[in-house]
């Protein structure tokens, strides 16, 4: 695979182990990842890589001085190029909490959840070849 097409998503999640899953999903779509477990760190992540960032995948409750609807909001605002999925179990968004382009996927999710919905909400121009290639199959609720 030409690694120099390939784009880039950032992954945000305090927990390793599903910080390590969301970003083993978004490989599997065709990403490169950049991680961070805080919403803080993200920013400093977003300041050196923005440019080839083309998705922010990230968690709601997190440590630090910004949670992921903040980030989210922060990410609209100035990086506005950059697609936005937002995930949480336990917080359900309300009107106003995340920008008009960022989506929300409630944990836990599947592979196949995260694809299907990178599948409908991706612009084509941003779908890495994997999703784009991809087979798709109905996802049932609560795969």
Request: aromatic share 4%.
């Amino acid at each position: 695979m030409n690694t120099s097409t390939v784009p880039f998503a950032l992954t945000v999640d305090d927990v390793p182990i599903i910080l390590m899953d969301m970003t083993l999903i978004l490989e599997d779509a065709g990403f490169r990842c950049h991680e961070a477990m805080d919403g803080d760190t993200a920013i400093v992540l977003l300041e050196e890589q923005a440019d080839n960032t083309i998705l922010l995948f990230s968690d709601v409750e997190m440590p630090g001085s910004i949670n992921g609807f903040a980030l989210a909001r922060h990410v609209a605002q100035h990086r506005p190029w950059i697609e936005i999925v937002i995930a949480s179990g336990n917080i359900r968004p309300d009107p106003g909490d995340m920008p008009e382009k960022a989506t929300f996927i409630p944990k836990p999710f599947s592979a196949a959840i995260v694809h299907e919905h990178l599948r409908r909400t991706l612009p084509d121009g941003k779908k890495p070849a994997p999703l784009k290639n991809a087979v798709t199959t109905p996802v049932q609720p609560g795969a």
